[in-house]
Structures are given as C-alpha cells and as structure tokens.
C-alpha cells in the first residue's frame, strides 16, 4: 500500500491494480471512497486496461488469431511495480510479460500516475507503445464514491451536477453487458440529475459523447461536494449496484462490443491506436469542495 498525503486529504493505493482505495478529508473526518463491501460489490476505484467493458465471449481478435480477455481487462487483477513514491506523487507500472502477452499480443508498458496537490487528487493514465507496430487499446476509470457523504442523509438527497445543461443521450445495454442499439435522452433539470434507488435497475448508464466535461456529486442538504473532472476522456459511464449506498463516475476511451460482436481490435468502437515508440496519456482529478 502507498500513502500519499497532505494537510487535507489522506490517499491509499493498492499495487494490486494501482487501485485508488481512499481519499480521506481531514478536516472532516470523511471517507469518500467505497470500501469495497463485498455483499454488493468488493472494488474501489479499479484501473480499465487494455479494455473496457465487455468482449463478446471474452474474445478478442488481433492479426487473425482470438485471445481470451475478461471484462475491463487484466489491470485490476495484475500487481504493480512502484518506480516513483513521495509524500504527494507516485507512479505504478505494469510491463508486458508472459501472461499479458497470452490474452494481449503487444509489448507496453502501462502507468498509473497519481498526484496530489491542495484538495485535489490527479490520476494520470500513461501507455507507452514498445512495439514496431501500432498498438491498440481502451482505458478507463471506475472510481466509486460513498454516497451519502453523512449517516444522517439518505442516497435521494444526492444529485449529480453537471458541467452543462445538455440532453444526455444514454446507450443501453443488455442482460449480457453488451450494447444493443438502443438509446434514450436523459433531460438535466437545470444541469442536475437526481440519484435515487433505482436509476442504475438497467445497469449503467452510458453517454458515449457529452459536452459536460466535469460532473459534481452534491447532497441538498449541505455544502459539501465531490467534482470529477475528464476533459482527456470522450465519454461517461455512471453506475452504482442496485441499492448500494455509492456511485461510481467513470471516464473512459473504449467500450463493451455491441450484441454483433466486432471483428478485429482495430475497428473496436472507441479504440485507441498508438504508433510504435509513441506515448498516450490521458488523467482526470477528484477535488474535495
């Protein structure tokens, strides 16, 4: 476990996964991420790479040979190198090696970066392409955040305020996790989208393109709020389990294969391609108000 910390916020990261475990606010005795209850869901803040979402039957096509990958990837499941550690900055790495190299044919070095400055935690996603040929990937965010912030609130009295008053247009996705095609519009009442039990009875909802580029997690009947900024990141998934008192925001460059499937990692939808020797970088930050 890493520690990073200032006169704030206290941070604690996993090398399994480089996971974000805790943003802990001093001044106000408060922990505002999920701690990982395993009767409704057992991650914190779980890094996606080389895929987000769901594969169609966990496979993945590169240069005419299938892989097998699970959901969102091997990061979270995979321990971390620590190549850098401060008080306030540390860098965790993941290499290609024998085993990523069975489910994901590509040399890469993958870093999760975290830094801390003020009331502000910035997460910084860094692919590093070690092949001679492009490379192709998905990464994402799936931080979960305690909601209510306080014992005597109710998860109704949160909202989620975004950074514009936009429709958001919401892609469904089916038993299986996958996209099916269909779609639905999400009016803002005044930028706000009000959190209740049942919001997420149909899994996540997905915005893969959205002009709202920070999203606010606020209570009605206080001050305090969370702000989660992604302006490196096209689109937004928001989930929570059915009845768990959290709600995770999650940015992400990639997606779950639709019902069809896809062919090959290329023409995945959202893919990255990242030339040979080249680096792709893309963070977002968590801010206490």
Known sequence: MIQLSNEYIRVNIKKKGAELSSIYNKNMAH????????????WHAPNLFPIVGGLKDNHLAVDGQIYELARHGFARHTNFQVIESSGTHAIFS???????????????????????????LKCIYKVINLETKPIYFSVGAHPAFNVPFFSYEHYNDYYLEFEKDEPLIRHHLSDAGYFNGEESTILL????LQLNENLFDTDALVFKTLLSKRVAIRSKNHPHALLISYSDFKSLGIWAKPGAPFVCIEPWLGYADSE???????????????APGHVFEAGYSITIQ
């Open 31 to 42: 922990e505002y991420i999920w701690q990982g209850d395993p009767s409704f869901w057992p």
């Open 94 to 120: 993941l290499r290609y090696n024998q085993e990523t190299l069975r489910v994901f044919p590509y040399h890469f070095e993958f870093q999760v970066i975290y830094h801390l400055e003020n009331e502000s």
């Open 189 to 192: 009442d005044n930028r706000k």
């Open 260 to 274: 069809a499937g896809t062919s090959t990692i290329e023409k995945k939808e959202g893919i990255v391609s990242l």
